[in-house]
Every structure is written in structure tokens, then in C-alpha cells.
């Protein structure tokens, strides 16, 4: 999706390795680095996995999504972190640094994950059923605009693509302390300092 990336970092796989493999390398000019056998801290994709794999506990566990839905939750949040100052890259954001402008990331506060929704079924006149409830599970990338949701259907478990939603309850105002991500009254200072520091 992003193109031809600089250098191919492995930790030394045979399908990594293979001649398909280098001939594409050869092709596009891509450095190879293979990590050495039985060190794969030296891989430094393998901090970045760490990290989305703890983003995404941390998600799950807030929203109290099941953990059937771990594949979808990884995709939220690898999509997220790309929206997200990086301290390795200087505290600029991942798609900054590659398309050279500040991207929109209006998508991630209009909704949250695993928010429960209604998205319109059709635009038939007159419906009995025009809208379905269902739940918020990613970013609809490459299909619609910016704001089209992926959403899983209550019912069905279907996956589809939808940009008319609204809420199932309400939006609150979010007072001082509150979590903005489940409208629970959380006080700052009722919370041991390391857990605040590790929700930020």
C-alpha cells in the first residue's frame, strides 16, 4: 500500500529468503538485512509488534470487545499508530514523514472501536427496517470517503462498509476525568500514577 520501502528486514525465514523473494528485491533495488539466527530482538520490527500487541490488549480490555475480534482490533490499531507522533522518527507522525503533509485524523474522534452504532440499511421510501444495529471495527480503507466505517452487523456478523451512521446513545459531554472511550467516571486522582501513565 505504501510502496517500494528501502531495505527488506527479516530474521532469516526460508520464504523470506526465497528466489521469488530476491528476484522482486533485485527488481525494485530493496537492501536485504537478515537478523542473526536466535536473535530476534535485533529485528527492530519485533519492538513495533510488541508494542501494537500491548496497544491492542489495552483496547480491547477498555472497549470489552471479545477476544475473537483480535485480528480487527491489531488492524484499528496499526491504522492508529500511523496517525500518531513516533519518538523514533523525531516526534512526527509515520504518514507526515511519508506523504509530507499533516494527515486527517478526524476519522479515529467521530467514533471509537467497538462503539455500537446504527448504519442505514437502504434508501428505499418507504423502509420498515432502515437502519440495523451494528458496531464500529475499523477504517474503511480505500472504499468511500475518509469518514466510511467498517461495521459488523449485530445480527449477521457480516462485514460492510458504511458512511451513514449515527450513535445508539446519545453523546454525552465528557467532564473532566471521564474515559473517552467507554463514558465511564474515572477521577485522576483516585488512580496510582504508573496506571494513568500507562493509559496516556
Known amino acids: ?9 527479516s530474521y532469516g525465514a526460508k520464504a523470506n529468503l526465497s528466489n521469488r523473494t530476491k528476484a522482486l528485491l533485485r527488481l525494485y533495488c530493496i537492501d536485504d538485512y537478515q537478523s542473526e539466527p536466535h536473535h530476534q530482538h535485533r529485528n527492530y520490527a519485533e519492538n513495533k509488534i510488541g508494542k501494537i500487541k500491548d496497544v491492542t490488549n489495552r483496547l480491547m480490555a ?3 470487545c471479545p477476544p475473537s475480534m483480535w485480528l480487527l482490533s491489531i488492524q484499528y490499531v496499526t491504522h492508529l499508530l500511523n496517525y500518531l507522533a513516533s519518538e523514533s522518527l523525531h516526534w512526527q507522525v509515520p504518514l507526515q514523514m511519508l506523504w509530507g503533509f499533516t494527515p486527517d485524523a ?8 467497538w462503539e455500537h452504532i446504527y ?3 437502504d434508501d428505499t421510501f418507504p423502509s420498515v427496517y432502515p437502519e440495523r444495529l451494528g458496531r464500529i471495527v475499523g477504517l474503511a480503507c480505500g472504499v468511500g470517503d475518509a469518514l466510511t466505517y467498517q461495521i459488523l452487523d449485530d445480527e449477521s456478523k457480516e462485514l460492510l462498509f458504511r458512511s451513514s451512521i449515527r450513535p445508539q446513545l446519545p453523546r454525552k459531554q465528557l467532564t473532566q476525568g471521564q474515559d473517552p472511550i467507554v463514558g465511564e467516571n474515572h477521577h485522576l486522582h483516585d488512580k496510582p500514577m504508573e496506571s494513568i501513565v500507562r493509559l496516556a
Not at 1 to 9: N, P, V
Open 62 to 64: 477498555r472497549v470489552g
Open 1 to 9: 500500500e505504501r510502496g517500494a520501502m528501502d531495505c527488506f528486514i
Open 106 to 113: 478526524s476519522m479515529f474522534l467521530a467514533f471509537h472501536f
Open 119 to 121: 448504519y442505514a440499511v
